[in-house]
């Protein structure tokens, strides 16, 4: 890591943090198979009674927002914290997943690894063509898990008998997240997993919020969600709905109107 910027204040720490970063960043699977999470666990700190990402400091530090700049390219935006998976499993039971904006496919890669059906779909897969958000690096695998394009996609979208799963979809008014939810409701789709930032965050936009808020039901929240510290004003967090009406298959944690 960048020895230039301000560490957490913790020499030995920061140091620990850059021997897992350079053991698992250049080991790929053969070390790991959840690297990222190999990476910053010992990082992991509750705050404000949620988990995050901050090496035990509420503000970070400059060299772990370079971290986790880097760490978000190679793996994925959003933290796949084994318990976030867990809870994914139970909502899930034998239900495929369907995941768009899949990006490396990292966390469908985890999904599968934990037993669950993924098919994971991205308009840009990394592997294929140029993606803003993943580019290729020497020594780096370009996807995790197969990712599929648009068109592939669109010959698994129909019948909507899977759980759609939409993570750190894009925000700034992009209509993706609230296009996707439109295809799956129209396709008789009837259970959602969205992990992102709440409205007015840099995820989903407000189609996708307005929808959710007027036709899905939100039945659990994950309360052991990790998330990085720099979120800290709009911290994201993982969520599943139903659609409203429909009897839900799990409670755990559930919220309904
Ligand atoms: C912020 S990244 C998140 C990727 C991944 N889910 C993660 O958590 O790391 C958003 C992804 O959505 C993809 N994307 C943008 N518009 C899309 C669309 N209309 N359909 C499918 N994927 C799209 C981008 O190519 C990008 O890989």
């Known amino acids: 890591m960048s020895p230039r910027l301000a560490g957490t204040g913790d020499d030995q720490a920061d140091a620990q943090f850059d021997l897992r970063f350079v053991h698992y960043m250049t080991g790929g699977r053969a070390v790991s198979q959840n690297p990222y999470w190999d990476i910053i666990e010992p990082f992991v700190t509750e705050h404000d009674g949620r988990r995050v990402v901050n090496g035990g400091r509420a503000k970070g530090s400059a060299r772990l927002a370079f971290a ?7 793996y994925a935006y959003a933290i796949p914290a084994p318990e976030t998976i867990d809870w994914v499993r139970e909502f899930c ?20 690894d934990s037993v669950l059906t993924v098919d994971a779909y991205d308009s840009e897969p990394p592997d294929k063509v140029g993606n803003a958000s993943f580019a290729r690096v020497a020594g780096q695998v370009d996807t995790w898990f197969p990712v599929g394009d648009l068109e592939d996609f669109a010959a698994r979208a129909q019948p909507a008998d899977y759980v759609l799963f939409l993570c750190w979809p894009p925000g700034w008014g992009d209509a993706m997240s609230s296009e996707a939810l439109k295809v799956f409701e129209d396709a008789g789709g009837e259970r959602l997993i969205y992990i992102g930032e709440p409205r007015g965050g840099n995820t989903g936009n407000d189609a996708f919020f307005d929808a959710l808020s007027e036709r899905w039901t939100l039945d659990s929240v994950d309360s052991n969600f990790v998330s990085w510290w720099t979120d800290a004003g709009r911290p994201a967090h993982a969520v599943q709905h139903g659609r409203t009406g429909r009897v839900p298959a799990c409670r755990q944690g559930t919220v309904r109107r």
């Open 68 to 74: 986790q700049m880097l760490l978000q390219a190679a």
């Open 93 to 112: 039971g034998s239900r495929p997943i369907v995941e768009l904006g899949a990006g490396r496919g990292y966390w469908a890669a985890q999904l599968a």
